[in-house]
């Protein structure tokens, strides 16, 4: 499906809203990068076929409406937005946040994003439309394993990140892997060190664990894993 736009809102009529204090939207279907670790590029793709859509986004109308109804309709002022990487689309993303400021919703959200995909003014958009946490996917703060991954992002954008995600008064979350492919002892410290200089309000902390799917499931003896 090409056109998210053309898919129903989903139908919240069949659960008991008033047990769900937070809510869930997922405005984008897919990724443009290809992580080693992550099957979701592939599994898009296999979906769409091999000249198909990688990503596909809803409309910042289209979003807006499922969140009139959330707030509105269900009383929730509190969500999350699980797309794989909500920052794809710089003006979908300034035209959800303005949208968001000038219906004048008091909510609380947070989303994760790419370093490379962030800016003053796009943080500072997103905190006057209230949301108040950011994640980033970091892995790893060598340039050698971002590079081996697939990242397609270095340690310089990430750290550029953190501090105008903070600069921005916004609260950070970061994830990083332990167990990549050729990193050794001291590049672990080496991104431990990182997390230390920047300070992030959480940090989660995860095994090397391949998806199926994935670069380094499909094929883990080329990459050293058992």
């Keep these: 499906i090409k056109n998210l736009d053309t898919l129903p809102l989903p139908d919240r009529d069949i659960f008991k809203m008033n047990l769900y204090p937070q809510g869930a939207i997922i405005t984008s279907r897919g990724c443009y990068h290809a992580c080693g670790f992550c099957s979701s590029s592939d599994y898009w793709r296999s979906i769409a076929g091999k000249r198909g859509y990688r990503i596909r986004l809803r409309s910042a109308d289209n979003v807006l409406v499922e969140l009139d109804q959330l707030v509105n309709r269900w009383g929730i002022s509190r969500f999350y937005i699980l797309d794989d990487v909500f920052t794809y689309d710089r003006q979908r993303v300034i035209d959800i946040t303005k949208g ?27 905190k006057q439309a209230g949301c108040s946490q950011i994640h980033y996917g ?13 990242k397609g992002i270095t340690a310089e954008q990430l750290s550029k990140a953190l501090i105008m995600t903070k600069e921005a008064g916004l609260r ?11 990193e050794t002892v001291e590049d672990v410290r080496r991104t431990t060190q990182f997390l230390i200089d920047h300070t992030p309000n959480e940090v989660q902390i995860y095994a090397l664990m391949p998806w199926p799917g994935s670069r380094w499931s499909n094929t883990p003896e080329r990459y050293g894993i058992r």
């Design 100 to 126: 968001i400021i000038s219906q004048g919703y008091n909510v609380d959200w947070a989303c994760l994003a790419r370093g490379d995909q962030v800016d003053p003014e796009m943080l500072e958009c997103m």
């Design 138 to 150: 970091i892995e790893s703060a060598n340039d050698k394993s971002l590079k081996r991954m697939g």
């Design 172 to 182: 950070t979350r970061v994830s990083i892997i332990i167990g990549i492919p050729g």
